[in-house]
């Protein structure tokens, strides 16, 4: 029993950091992708996609415990062996490009050689000379039946494969070695773009959280832990500007909404609506709110959609919100003792739409904050009048989608 838990807590590290090193990989090729490439984990490889309209097919070893390209190396032999089988089987379709990751900076002879190959002369060439270290000279290979069995079950499907087929992966075929630490790598990568080294962790932190839990989701769902460059450009745009703070204001995409927008908009009777009702607002402070209310759904939309606030800092900022909020209901309460519930309401929505605050940092238009906190009022988070929660309840609020 004992053996079995020593053996258990060894390799469970191991594991552990070997499928880190294929997120952080699925993550390096995501940041070098262009638009209409795909990264996918574990689907035709440990990591494959397309880049440039080119496909690949990559095998990642983490060489934590040992090294996976030497020459006499299980690893290397399996992972041709599990690439020729691929492209026998369909799996692998042709054209793909075949690369191996190392992320220790391990070296090889063979899988340098093979790497290094830039025609087909260069591969046939390849393959005689360890065919020949291998099972030696042609045609008895006298030294075939002396190969380790577990390495033989590997290097001689290669060996025996036809050379054209060998021809067709080793001329693919790229090897690719890391320093060992392959966030670091990254971190290089991200650093590299005009974003300002100070935010560079920030940012690294943000995407490969990201990651791993937009593959766990997919996963979950029983779907290809596929992403597109185009959706994983818009959270790396949306975290860059999230620690970003070389700009300070965030420029508004709404305009004004039109009489009949604002005439559908109280058609809906909406909460926010309602809670203004209750304190006996005048018609003029109505058709501010739905301005605002209108107004900040549209810029929540586009920041989001354009990646210029990250989702996440919208629900910090209705946290900051909430916050003022309970904040100036206090002092209100004490400074409208004895007052009408219409007038303490009047009183806390007056001082809650002057407040200014900013979104990750930065300034935002006049409407904002206030159509935030009636977004927020519309989804019964905050109110105005000091009863408003039993007076609304059940009545069939609307929230806000935006």
């Known amino acids: 029993m004992t053996k079995k838990s020593n053996a258990g807590s060894t390799s469970a590290p191991g594991q552990f950091y ?26 035709i490889d440990d990591v494959s996609g397309t880049q440039d309209g080119e496909k690949y097919a990559e095998q990642v070893k983490s060489g934590l415990a040992h090294n996976p390209i030497s ?19 369909g799996k692998i379709p042709a054209g793909t490009k075949f690369i ?29 000379d ?3 270290e291998f099972w030696g000279d042609a045609p008895e290979f006298a030294k075939r039946a002396s190969i380790p069995e577990k390495l033989g079950k590997h290097l001689n499907v290669v060996l025996a494969a036809s050379e054209r087929a060998l021809v067709d992966i080793i001329q693919a075929f790229a090897l690719e070695r890391g320093i060992g630490a392959p966030y670091e790598e990254i971190a290089a990568e991200v650093a590299a773009a005009p974003i300002g080294a100070e935010n560079v962790e920030q940012i690294l932190n943000q995407l490969a959280g990201w990651v791993h839990i937009t593959i ?25 500007r999230k620690f970003d703070r070389s700009d300070t204001i965030l420029a508004t995409f709404a305009t004004p909404p039109s009489a009949q927008d604002l005439e559908a908009e109280r058609l809906l009777d909406q909460t926010y609506l309602r809670q203004l009702n209750l304190i006996g607002a005048e018609q003029e402070t109505i058709y501010d709110a739905m301005n ?36 100036k209901k206090m002092a209100v309460k004490v400074q409208m003792r004895g007052e009408s519930p219409e007038d303490f309401g009047t009183v806390l929505l007056s001082s809650c739409l002057e407040a200014t605050v900013p979104l990750e940092g930065k300034t935002v238009s006049t409407h904002f904050t206030p159509g935030s906190f009636h977004k927020l009022a519309n989804t019964l ?19 806000d989608a935006a």
């Open 71 to 89: 020459d006499r190396s299980i690893d290397l032999w399996k992972t041709f062996a599990n690439w020729l089988n691929g492209r026998r089987s």
């Open 292 to 327: 605002t209310f209108l107004m900040a759904a549209i810029d929540r939309t586009q920041w989001a959609k354009r990646g210029y606030v990250h989702r996440s800092s919208f629900s910090e900022y209705e946290a900051a919100l909430k916050r003022i909020w309970n904040s």
């Open 216 to 240: 766990f989701d997919r996963i979950q769902k029983g779907q290809p832990a596929i992403v597109s460059r185009d959706e994983f450009h818009t959270e790396y745009v949306a975290a860059v």
């Open 381 to 399: 988070d905050v109110g105005w009048h000091p009863d408003f929660a039993n007076l609304l309840k059940g009545s069939g609020s609307v929230a």
């Open 18 to 43: 070997g499928y880190g090193i294929q997120e952080a990989r699925f993550l390096h090729h995501l940041l070098r992708s262009q638009p209409g490439d795909t990264v996918a984990l574990e689907c």
């Open 100 to 128: 191996l990751y190392v992320a220790q900076p391990y070296k090889g002879k063979i899988a340098q050689r093979l790497g290094d190959c830039e025609s087909k002369q260069d591969a046939k060439a390849a393959i005689a």
């Open 130 to 132: 360890i065919r020949k």
